[in-house]
C-alpha cells in the first residue's frame, strides 16, 4: 500500500488510513470478503498508533464498509453483511453549489465571502470542498448532475436562489442538503439565513425615526425566500410605525437591475422620500439612476439597502444598510451539513443569524 500519510497534515491521521482503505476498496484493489492488513501491520507501515488505527477501523465498521470476526481478522463487506455498503463509502468532499445568476462568486462579494467560511470550516473538519455551477441544463435535468450520479461528494450546500423544483429532485435521491441564504418553507431541509424580518424592522423604524412617511421597496424574485422575508418584514414595518402601505411604491425586477426598477419608481405621479432595496447591489444601481434623472441622494431622495457589501461602503454618499453574517453563513451552513450526514434522520431546522443596521450617509431626516 502507498504510504499517503501526511503527519503535518491539518486532516487527522485517523481520517487519513480511513480514506486510504475506503480507496482501496472503491478501486477493487481489496475485494469483498477479502482480508485488510492488521493493526500491527498498518502500524509499522505508516508509523502510526494502534489508536489511530483502531479508530480508522472502528468507523467503517461502524458504516458497514468493513466487518470483524473475532479472532480472524477485518474484512471488506459482502452485501450480506450491509447492503448499503457501498453508499456509505465516505467521499470527505462536500459540494458548493450556486446558480449561474450568482456566479463568478468573485465578483459577488456577498457570496465571496460565504464561500470562504465554507472553505474555512470545511477544511477545518478534514472536507474537500467541489465547486459547482448550476447551469441551466443542471437546472431542468438534475440526472446530469455527476457530482450525485457518481457519488463524489457526502452532502450538498445549495447556496442562494435556485428553482425549487430541482431542489426538491435532490431531495428525492436522497442526499444530506443544506440551503444557505434560501430557504423554502415546508420543503423538510435545513437552512441557514439572515434575521431579514429583524433587519428590515430595525432599517424601516430608523427611516421612520428620520421623518419619512412614504418609504418605497425595490425587490427582486419573491420566491427566493430571503426577499419574500424582507417584503413581508417591510409592509409589517410600516404598519408597526403607523405608515401607510401603497403598492406603487414597490417595484419589482430583475436582481441586477436596480436601475431600471428605480427607473419605475420615477414614472410615479410623486417620488417616495426613501426607499429601501431588498440588497445592496440594487441599492447601489438605483443610486446611480437618482443622480442620472438629475437628483441627489441623500438630499433628494434617501437610500437603504440590505447586505453590507464591501462596495456599500466605498461609494459616495456610503450606503446606509443592514450587515448580515456572510462568512458566518457558510460556516454555520458546513457545521449543519455535517451534522446531517452523521445523522439523516435529525429533524430539519432553519438556523436564523443576527443583522445589525449599520448607519452611513445615504440618509437625511426630513425638513
Known amino acids: ?11 487527522p491521521l485517523y481520517k487519513q488510513l480511513k480514506k486510504m482503505i475506503e480507496n482501496q476498496i472503491k478501486s477493487g484493489e481489496k475485494k469483498p470478503g477479502e482480508m485488510i492488513s492488521s493493526e500491527k ?5 505508516h ?4 489508536i489511530t488505527v483502531r479508530k480508522a477501523i472502528f468507523e467503517l465498521v461502524n458504516e458497514s464498509v468493513l466487518y470483524r470476526i473475532p479472532g480472524k481478522g477485518t474484512f471488506v463487506a459482502h452485501e450480506e453483511h450491509g447492503t448499503k455498503a457501498s453508499s456509505k463509502l465516505k467521499t470527505d468532499n462536500v459540494g458548493f453549489v450556486i446558480s449561474r445568476e450568482h456566479d463568478p462568486i468573485f465578483s459577488n462579494t ?19 470542498l467541489i465547486y459547482q455551477v448550476l447551469d441551466e441544463k443542471l437546472m431542468f435535468d438534475p440526472s446530469a448532475f455527476k457530482l450525485i450520479a457518481d457519488r463524489k461528494v457526502d452532502g450538498l450546500l445549495l447556496v442562494g436562489e435556485m428553482s425549487h423544483s430541482f ?3 435532490l431531495k428525492a435521491k436522497d442526499i444530506p442538503v443544506v440551503l444557505v441564504d434560501h430557504f423554502i418553507e415546508g420543503s423538510g431541509l435545513d437552512s441557514v439565513v439572515t434575521d431579514n424580518l429583524k433587519g428590515t424592522n430595525e432599517m424601516i423604524k430608523y427611516l421612520a425615526d428620520l421623518g419619512h412617511k412614504q418609504i418605497g421597496f425595490l425587490g427582486s424574485s419573491l ?47 410623486k417620488l417616495p422620500t426613501a426607499v429601501f432595496a431588498c440588497n445592496d447591489l440594487m441599492a447601489i444601481r438605483a443610486m446611480t439612476a437618482i443622480h442620472d434623472k438629475g437628483l441627489n441622494v441623500p438630499d433628494d431622495i434617501s437610500i437603504a439597502g440590505f447586505d453590507d457589501i464591501d462596495t456599500g461602503s466605498q461609494i459616495n454618499p456610503p450606503l446606509t444598510t443592514v450587515r448580515v453574517q456572510k462568512e458566518e453563513m457558510g460556516k454555520v451552513g458546513v457545521r449543519r451539513l455535517i451534522q446531517r450526514i452523521k445523522n ?24
Not at 501491520?41 to 507501515?45: D, I, P
Not at 409589517?236 to 436582481?255: I, P, R
Not at 438556523?351 to 450617509?361: D, G, P, Q, S, W
Open 1 to 11: 500500500m502507498k504510504n499517503a500519510i501526511e503527519k503535518g497534515s491539518s486532516v
Open 41 to 45: 501491520e498498518f502500524c509499522a507501515l
Open 47 to 50: 508509523g502510526i498508533s494502534q
Open 110 to 128: 456577498f457570496y465571496s465571502y460565504i464561500f470562504s467560511g465554507v472553505e474555512e470550516e470545511s477544511g477545518a473538519h478534514g472536507y474537500n
Open 167 to 169: 431542489i426538491s429532485n
Open 223 to 269: 420566491e427566493h425566500g430571503s426577499f419574500m422575508e424582507r417584503f413581508e418584514g417591510y409592509k409589517a414595518a410600516l404598519k408597526k410605525n403607523h405608515l401607510e402601505y401603497s403598492e406603487d411604491y414597490v417595484q419589482t425586477g430583475l436582481l441586477w437591475n436596480g436601475y431600471g426598477v428605480m427607473e419605475k419608481m420615477f414614472k410615479l405621479p
Open 344 to 367: 439523516r434522520e435529525k429533524r430539519a431546522e432553519k438556523i436564523i443569524l443576527a443583522t445589525e443596521l449599520v448607519v452611513r450617509k445615504s440618509c437625511k431626516a426630513v425638513k
